[in-house]
């Protein structure tokens, strides 16, 4: 590579910025990842989740599920250009029932932005998507949003975050006044204020200001609320953490933003902060060892896999996270994993279902290549031999269905749906070893409802879904073919689309005694 071409992919790597929203259901996220296009000139109008019942619909929104519900089902990528940056966007589902998805996304990104409603605080589905960032150990910003309704004091919202996620925050900037009396909040590292101006709040205006003393806010907000603000501030001077970079790139300490995405207020000094702070791609492990962004060969692995993204053309796309090297339209690539070389023709970039073909792209951006078939989550594509990256785990179903086709005469429809969603990690698939009884399993119930909506609406399929009693599944490794009649109370012993051994579980107690009378044997709550 000569120095032009290492100089330049060096600059492509630097203005990337790969991040996932993470939040529980109703905090507000598609609200704050419309703003954020909205900012990067992607999208003239943002329409609001209130606007769901309507015709305009939330941009990361497509499938047809969601716009009846008003939730987002899969995961969407968007990128946009800001300020010499060039950011990807994976917005998550937040939605209980769509943990798995969520989770596999989560390892394409290089940091998170953690969502906080002002009034709930710490929600249980954002406890388990901080779990999967904190153990990867990458950096959280926290964004806490609905200012402009009645919430909780920043103070209990801070302690929240440490006693219950076990994380120290450093605010960024502070809050004047909550609800009604929200006037602006105040930035602790550019001493500046942002401000509503006018009755009906539409104009906000951003001020340079000497400290949180200055007389200019006191004129602004009032006695009462600046009185408020300077005594918050001079304790969180004295007794809150100083700003670490470090920590922070660690994931030890999350800078906190306050600000209400829906009146845009806050989030663009958000986005210019967050831009500043958030790391660009990072090295990923592989079997080769550190993959470092700037080795010339192009590297990337697949993440997602999505059919029928648009129901026209009846096509798969798998998602490609970029780690190393550059891009190109119409390149061969080595498919480690099938042992041959492929080409990479119709490679797409998003804005929710808007695609454009895409000719060029850097690590940490996420490409979308069509796919016939050959693609599995997982997957490294390499011209850098034959490495692989760390594989992308199966999490633990919790809920389990026996399916059946309605029309017997659908059958080859019926495997081709089953294999297809599967392969896009929407349902796990077992087989009971002796009866040849085909069983779903999934993280959330709501998985099952969209299961059965897109065998239907994609495939012509009507399936009946007996729900199952059992409430989790252990992948079981022993050096001796396990034995079927050893689970035959409160358990069953089932196989995996690769073949794996798996046991599933009436309860706890069915659990332990299946582990005394295998001694032998290792019961795993991901596959090996």
């Known amino acids: 590579m000569n120095k032009a071409t290492d100089h330049k992919l060096q600059s492509e790597v630097d203005k990337r910025r790969t991040f996932a929203i993470i939040s529980h259901p109703d905090a507000g996220k598609t609200t704050l990842t419309e703003k954020l296009l909205l900012f990067g000139g992607a999208i003239r109008l943002a329409g609001t989740v209130k606007a769901r019942k309507a015709s305009k619909h939330a941009t990361s929104d497509w499938m047809e599920i969601e716009k009846q519900r008003g939730i987002s089902v899969t995961s969407s990528v968007m990128q946009f250009d800001y300020l010499d940056h060039r950011v990807n966007i994976l917005d998550t589902p937040g939605h209980q029932d769509f943990s798995e998805d969520t989770y596999r996304t989560l390892t394409a990104a290089d940091s998170a932005v953690m969502l906080i409603d002002v009034a709930k605080g710490v929600e249980t589905q954002t406890i388990k998507l901080f779990q999967v960032c904190a153990k990867r150990g990458i950096p959280i910003f ?11 004091s920043p103070f209990d919202l801070m302690e929240e ?32 204020v942002e401000l509503f101006q006018g009755d009906d709040h539409s104009v906000i205006k951003v001020q340079k ?23 918050d501030l001079e304790l969180l001077d004295v007794a809150g953490d100083p700003f670490d970079y470090e920590k922070v790139l660690r994931g030890e300490i999350t800078p906190v933003f306050f600000g209400s995405a829906i009146n845009n207020f806050g989030v663009q000094t958000f986005l210019d902060n967050f831009l500043e702070l958030a790391p660009k791609p990072e ?3 592989s079997t080769a060892g550190a993959v470092e962004p700037t080795n010339e060969k192009f590297t990337g692995y697949v993440f997602k896999i999505q059919a029928n993204m648009n129901p026209a053309h009846r096509d798969r796309i798998a998602f490609l996270r970029i780690v190393s090297g550059k891009f190109e339209r119409g390149m061969s690539v080595k498919h480690v994993r099938a042992g041959k070389d492929i080409k990479l023709s119709q490679p797409q970039q998003f804005l929710a279902q808007d695609r454009d073909i895409v000719e060029e792209a850097y690590p940490g951006d996420i490409i979308g290549l069509f796919d016939p078939g ?3 989550i997982g997957d490294t594509l390499s011209q850098a031999g034959d490495i692989e990256f760390d594989e992308l785990p ?21 495997q081709k749906g089953i294999d297809q969603l599967t392969e896009e990690g929407m349902i796990q698939v077992f087989r009971t070893v002796n009866f040849d009884d085909i069983l779903l399993g999934v993280v959330g119930q709501l998985q099952f409802e969209v299961f059965e909506y897109r065998m239907k609406g994609e495939y012509g399929v009507d399936v009946q879904l007996q729900r199952m009693s059992y409430q989790f599944a252990r992948w079981i490794v022993d050096e001796n073919k396990p034995d079927a009649s050893k689970f035959r109370i409160n358990s069953t012993l089932v196989t995996d689309k690769k073949g794996n051994y798996v046991v599933l579980f009436e309860n706890e107690y069915a659990m332990r005694t299946a582990m005394e009378k295998n001694p032998t044997a290792k019961f795993l709550e991901t596959a090996p």
């Open 142 to 152: 926290t964004f806490i949003n609905k200012l402009d309704r009645e919430g909780r």
């Open 161 to 192: 975050l440490e006693n219950v996620l076990g994380i120290r925050s450093v605010p960024m900037n502070w809050p004047i006044g909550m609800g009604r009396e929200l006037c602006g909040v105040y930035d602790r590292m550019k001493n500046q």
């Open 209 to 231: 200001v000497e400290s949180y003393r200055d007389p200019i806010i006191r004129e602004m907000a009032g006695e009462y609320l600046h009185d408020q603000l300077c005594a």
């Open 283 to 285: 090295p990923r492990r």
């Open 374 to 376: 050959i693609f599995r």
């Open 394 to 414: 199966t999490f633990s179903p919790e809920i389990f269905s026996k399916v059946t086709i309605k029309n017997a005469l659908k059958s080859k429809q019926f």
